[in-house]
């Protein structure tokens, strides 16, 4: 498309009128299959399976927000992340972030392992570790930042110069802060990842993932993976993201303003031994935020001590609600022991930092008053 502005790029990207009736809404096409013009020949598609009318719509419009040439829908964020490593081979290398989002390393650690792929966990905010550890036979650096639940954040650029003069690859899952606050092809990456169910499809009604390449081997291995494993996202959910990342810059502004309000209020409140925001100047790495990302989002983490104590919150919170998931319209909260790492022990939990007390907020765009109302009622009861 040409070079429009961000809040243009997202109403229109993938979104043409429909040549056939004018529609300015994708149609939402359920066909399974398509009439064949001949044998071997077809209009485009044969198959809903290896492709389909209303996800290349949608394929087309993530491509274009991150600043890609292909994009890729899939069923989940974390089948997105199965085929982005269902190409790696057996005696490959995967470095992966070492707080990663606990579904991604369950999928590695239980499933991908088995297939003869060595991972191995890095601080990515120590690149002196990160060169330590890549090794002759290194595929694929795969960086999650902000992570998920402890906002720790990676230099996207400098770990890209690191991997790219290995001839690594390098893929960001970038769910967090959404095209509109981090572009992390811009600063070097090859590949990025989502998942839509969050921030891209922002109204928690639809499951869904994606990948986002940067070259034609990209398309080529990522399109085989769609084909063969199956793993694709149905037309109507296409559909669904597709609506949300038309108002997606204007759910994210008024998400990073009611984010940058609670952080500011939570940073006030005592009974928080820890608050995780680098839109926070005490956050460590604050300043890296201020370089590589647009705005600090709406997801923050802190700990109130305790299990019970994050019991005692969470049963208080009214107009936030106890639940998991995150990036829709409404605030959630939730316990990050028994939610995003339950599949961790109690010791791989211990050594990242996910303690019994962590509680994980998603800011919705409800008035920030409000928020703060709640939130500062509910504390009251820890």
Same mark, same amino acid.
């Given at each position: 498309?040409?070079?429009?502005?961000?809040?243009?790029?997202?109403?229109?990207?993938?979104?043409?009128?429909?040549?056939?009736?004018?529609?300015?809404?994708?149609?939402?096409?359920?066909?399974?299959?398509?009439?064949?013009?001949?044998?071997?020949?077809?209009?485009?598609?044969?198959?809903?399976?290896?492709?389909?009318?209303?996800?290349?719509?949608?394929?087309?419009?993530?491509?274009?927000?991150?600043?890609?040439?292909?994009?890729?829908?899939?069923?989940?964020?974390?089948?997105?992340?199965?085929?982005?490593?269902?190409?790696?081979?057996?005696?490959?290398?995967?470095?992966?972030?070492?707080?990663?989002?606990?579904?991604?390393?369950?999928?590695?650690?239980?499933?991908?392992?088995?297939?003869?792929?060595?991972?191995?966990?890095?601080?990515?905010?120590?690149?002196?570790?990160?060169?330590?550890?890549?090794?002759?036979?290194?595929?694929?650096?795969?960086?999650?930042?902000?992570?998920?639940?402890?906002?720790?954040?990676?230099?996207?650029?400098?770990?890209?110069?690191?991997?790219?003069?290995?001839?690594?690859?390098?893929?960001?899952?970038?769910?967090?802060?959404?095209?509109?606050?981090?572009?992390?092809?811009?600063?070097?990456?090859?590949?990025?990842?989502?998942?839509?169910?969050?921030?891209?499809?922002?109204?928690?009604?639809?499951? #869904?993932?994606?990948? %986002?390449?940067?070259?034609? /081997?990209? *398309? =080529?291995?990522?399109?085989?993976?769609?084909?063969? @494993?199956?793993?694709?996202?149905?037309?109507?959910?296409?559909?669904?993201?597709?609506?949300?990342?038309?108002?997606?810059?204007?759910?994210?502004?008024?998400?990073?303003?009611?984010?940058?309000?609670?952080?500011?209020?939570?940073?006030?409140?005592?009974?928080?031994?820890?608050?995780?925001?680098?839109?926070?100047?005490?956050?460590?790495?604050?300043?890296?935020?201020?370089?590589?990302?647009?705005?600090?989002?709406?997801?923050?983490?802190?700990?109130?001590?305790?299990?019970?104590?994050?019991?005692?919150?969470?049963?208080?919170?009214?107009?936030?609600?106890?639940?998991?998931?995150?990036?829709?319209?409404?605030?959630?909260?939730?316990?990050?022991?028994?939610?995003?790492?339950?599949?961790?022990?109690?010791?791989?939990?211990?050594?990242?930092?996910?303690?019994? #007390?962590?509680?994980? %907020?998603?800011?919705?765009? /409800?008035? *920030? =008053?409000?928020?703060?109302?709640?939130?500062?009622? @509910?504390?009251?009861?820890?």
């Amino acid at each position: 498309m040409p070079n429009y502005k961000y809040a243009t790029l997202a109403v229109h990207a993938g979104q043409h009128p429909d040549p056939l009736t004018g529609a300015v809404n994708v149609p939402v096409y359920l066909s399974s299959t398509f009439e064949l013009t001949g044998i071997g020949t077809d209009r485009g598609w044969d198959y809903s399976r290896a492709g389909n009318p209303t996800r290349d719509r949608l394929e087309m419009a993530l491509a274009a927000l991150e600043g890609g040439t292909c994009g890729h829908a899939f069923a989940s964020g974390m089948a997105a992340i199965y085929g982005l490593v269902a190409t790696l081979h057996a005696g490959d290398h995967l470095i992966c972030s070492h707080n990663v989002y606990g579904g991604t390393a369950r999928l590695f650690n239980e499933i991908v392992c088995h297939y003869g792929i060595d991972i191995r966990y890095v601080d990515m905010a120590d690149l002196d570790a990160v060169q330590a550890a890549i090794q002759p036979n290194t595929k694929l650096i795969h960086v999650e930042t902000p992570t998920n639940p402890l906002m720790s954040l990676t230099d996207i650029a400098a770990v890209c110069r690191i991997a790219h003069a290995r001839g690594i690859e390098v893929s960001v899952d970038n769910t967090f802060m959404s095209p509109v606050l981090q572009s992390p092809i811009a600063l070097g990456a090859d590949i990025v990842m989502h998942s839509t169910t969050k921030f891209l499809n922002g109204h928690s009604d639809g499951l #869904g993932g994606a990948l %986002i390449g940067t070259r034609p /081997e990209h *398309k =080529e291995r990522f399109s085989l993976v769609q084909k063969a @494993a199956g793993g694709i996202l149905s037309p109507f959910e296409c559909y669904l993201v597709l609506r949300g990342i038309r108002t997606l810059p204007l759910r994210m502004n008024q998400h990073e303003e009611n984010g940058r309000a609670v952080a500011e209020f939570l940073a006030t409140q005592k009974k928080l031994m820890r608050l995780a925001y680098p839109g926070l100047k005490t956050h460590p790495q604050h300043e890296l935020a201020m370089k590589q990302q647009k705005g600090f989002g709406s997801m923050m983490s802190f700990d109130l001590g305790s299990r019970e104590a994050a019991g005692r919150f969470l049963g208080a919170i009214k107009v936030f609600l106890h639940g998991e998931s995150l990036g829709g319209v409404e605030s959630l909260a939730s316990q990050s022991a028994t939610s995003t790492h339950a599949s961790l022990t109690d010791e791989e939990r211990e050594a990242i930092g996910i303690t019994p #007390g962590l509680v994980r %907020i998603s800011v919705g765009i /409800e008035d *920030k =008053e409000d928020l703060i109302a709640d939130l500062e009622q @509910a504390l009251e009861a820890v």
